[in-house]
């Protein structure tokens, strides 16, 4: 038993037994068990850095880990530290970050159109609006499954445009295009890619017609490699880990209301790894 713990016993019981026999009795010092109690009224030296990294994960949700924590302090607070000193000190406030696995989603329907695979996992793009991917997957609430379709900017991974519905249907996918392109028609490339992976959403004839509409040149997975569409399944990774499968929603309006509070966090505030910023604000500063 350590000494720690031997006077956390002797000062839980200092008025039912003489502390001097204690002492003796868990054969440590006096002196030692009084430096104790008095460090017990001092705040330990960690306590600020630690209560700083508790707010900030309250804000993100709880989904930083050390090293993302790390970049905020030293970017947004002019806090430096070792990486390895904040994550002593997230362990043992208990501030690590919640996270779960996540799960995949089977695919379904006819195809009536393919893609040639443009994209080719080169998911570095040198200017906004000029290689986006999407998806769609579910969203587990009480009332049933809730569909999530959204597109994403491989140049600073934001999230374009999202839509929800309790349906995967293709108008649920031609509605995100639609946004996508209302909120970006001034800046988007001439040649702008939008890769998918094999859906029956992303093969069918008004997909077709509506991306030979805006002149949007589709990118298709090839069957069998989830890995070529690997920028949208990450974000629908870091959504479901960091935010749906920590708070189970309980209904389709919960679910929308928790989606549109994480993507504004994500696309405005959450720290990327490589870039230590928000997507946003290397948006801004293109």
């Not at 880990?65 to 302090?73: F, V």
């Not at 970050?97 to 893609?115: D, S």
């Not at 649920?172 to 490339?189: F, G, P, Q, S």
Request: aromatic share 12%; charged share 25%.
């Amino acid at each position: 038993m350590r000494a720690k713990v031997k006077y956390a016993v002797i000062y839980r019981h200092r008025e039912e037994y003489p502390v001097l026999a204690m002492c003796r009795f868990f054969a440590v010092s006096r002196s030692g068990y009084y430096g104790y109690v008095k460090r017990m009224n001092q705040p330990e030296k960690d306590a600020a850095l630690a209560e700083t990294i508790r707010k900030q994960q309250t804000k993100c949700f709880h989904t930083y880990g050390y090293r993302r924590m790390w970049q905020w302090l030293k970017g947004s607070k002019g806090i430096y530290h070792n990486p390895k000193t904040i994550l002593r000190v997230m362990k043992k406030y208990g501030l690590l970050a919640e996270i779960r696995r996540r799960r995949r989603w089977q695919r379904m329907g006819e195809q009536l159109h393919k893609y040639e695979n443009l994209l080719n996992r080169d998911f570095h793009a040198e200017t906004p609006n000029c290689k986006w991917v999407t998806d769609i997957s579910y969203i587990h609430t009480g009332q049933g499954v809730l569909y999530l379709s959204m597109i994403r900017d491989l140049y600073d991974n934001s999230i374009v445009a999202y839509k929800t519905g309790t349906e995967q249907s293709v108008n649920l996918v031609l509605d995100t295009i639609h946004l996508a392109i209302r909120r970006e028609k001034k800046k988007v490339a001439a040649e702008l890619q939008l890769h998918s992976d094999q859906g029956f959403q992303y093969t069918s004839q008004a997909y077709f017609n509506l991306t030979k509409s805006y002149g949007i040149t589709p990118s298709m997975s090839r069957r069998g490699n989830p890995y070529d569409n690997a920028m949208a399944e990450n974000f629908f990774s870091i959504l479901k880990t960091e935010c749906i499968y920590r708070h189970k929603p309980a209904t389709f309006s919960e679910a929308k209301e928790m989606i549109d509070r994480y993507i504004h966090f994500y696309n405005h505030e959450r720290i990327q790894s490589k870039t230590g910023v928000a997507p946003l604000t290397l948006r801004h500063s293109y």
